[in-house]
């Protein structure tokens, strides 16, 4: 089921389903697996570039080859740009610290050495963004067997996906928004 908030289709599962990373769980596995970098716009390209000089240290000479080769995104084979991969799965960005991948550009913001956080993308996960026909935009819920864990969290918690993205959500589509997405929660009553 699906319910509209101005130009942003949501699926209810996204007010249903129960989320918490738990990155002692899962090490940050959605750093380095998948097929694809993380999907980008070109705004957040130009952030990345001007984030460079101040995370380069933290990445591996891989990472830095892989950027050096072809920049800091490309375009995947379903033609959407994505940041760049080392060895076909990791993210150039990942940085690895205590048996524990982290992402090298938010490091960097949360020690007050960036501007730039990280990809939207990354921070909404597991609500995937596809931009629709008529200039709509879709929210779905996505399931990926490597955040298990976190979805275990979120129950055990029961900390609803919509509530542990809340930052992110407000950070994409703005704090009215968001209330109004408190107040749809309310409406269909899945609280």
């Known amino acids: 089921m699906f319910f509209q908030i101005e130009n942003v289709l949501i699926t209810t599962e996204i007010l249903t389903e129960k989320f918490c990373c738990d990155l002692e769980a899962c090490k940050g596995e959605c750093c380095v697996e998948g097929d694809a970098g993380a999907p980008v716009t070109l705004d957040e390209v130009a952030a990345i570039e001007e984030s460079l000089d101040v995370v380069w240290e933290n990445l591996n000479a891989s990472a830095q080859a892989v950027i050096d080769k072809q920049g800091v995104a490309y375009t995947d084979e379903e033609g959407d740009l994505v940041t760049s991969i080392v060895g076909g799965k990791d993210c150039v960005f990942t940085c690895h610290e205590g048996g524990c991948c982290y992402c090298a550009l938010e490091k960097a913001y949360r020690a007050g050495k960036a501007r730039f956080c990280k990809p939207i993308s990354c921070a909404l996960y597991p609500i995937r ?20 864990e976190a979805v275990k969290k979120g129950n055990e918690l029961d900390l609803p996906v919509y509530k542990f993205l809340k ?21 269909l009553k899945v609280e």
């Open 129 to 148: 963004e596809v931009q629709l026909k008529n200039g709509l935009v879709g929210l779905n819920y996505h399931r990926w067997a490597v955040c298990r």
């Open 167 to 187: 930052d992110p959500l407000t950070r994409r589509f703005g704090e009215e928004w968001y209330a109004m997405l408190e107040e749809a929660a309310k409406e």
